[in-house]
């Protein structure tokens, strides 16, 4: 059952209406790598592969979703938090931090966060593809694709995903 955010958070950009938003997103992304892979293992199954991904990633892999959503949604809070401590340092009047350590390791660990942020996002879309093609759960699904980037060298499939997704942009664009 998806419950209302409660009615303290009438902005539209709340956190937790971005919670819900993201919960959408991930349904909606299992649903489309469900029907793919439906189509492309078995494009003779009887039935409509739309209704039936959409009635997994609604039921079975919800919880998938919602993890999925969970895991982004407590790495932004530590960006978050991160960004306030950076923030809050004792500056000057010209607004220089005035120790200088404290601000270089705030800044080191601000950018930690945003690298492990960015590699656990990418992560995230493919593990949810996984969770939609095989049903596994999250935890199963982020496994197969470590292993997957271990055996097949995955720099070539992050290479892969960047060109690919830079021509899509460029294809879309020229027509």
Known sequence: ????????????????????????????????????????????????????????????????????????????TLEAVARVAKNSLRRDSKGNCLTAAACFVMCCFECLLRCLGDIVRFMNKYALSISAMYGENYCTAVGILVDVFRTNGGIDLVINDDLVSGLMLFGSVVT
Do not use: N
């Not at 039936?52 to 079975?60: D, E, I, K, P, V």
């Open 1 to 76: 059952m998806i419950r209302r955010p409660p009615r303290s958070t009438l902005s539209s950009s709340s956190a937790a209406s971005d919670v819900y938003k993201r919960q959408l997103q991930y349904v909606h992304h299992l649903t489309i790598a469900g029907t793919v892979s439906s189509w492309y293992f078995d494009p003779t199954e009887p039935g409509s592969p739309i209704r039936q991904a959409l009635q997994r990633s609604s039921t079975q892999l919800f919880g998938t979703a919602c993890f999925g959503g969970l895991v982004i949604a407590t790495l932004e």
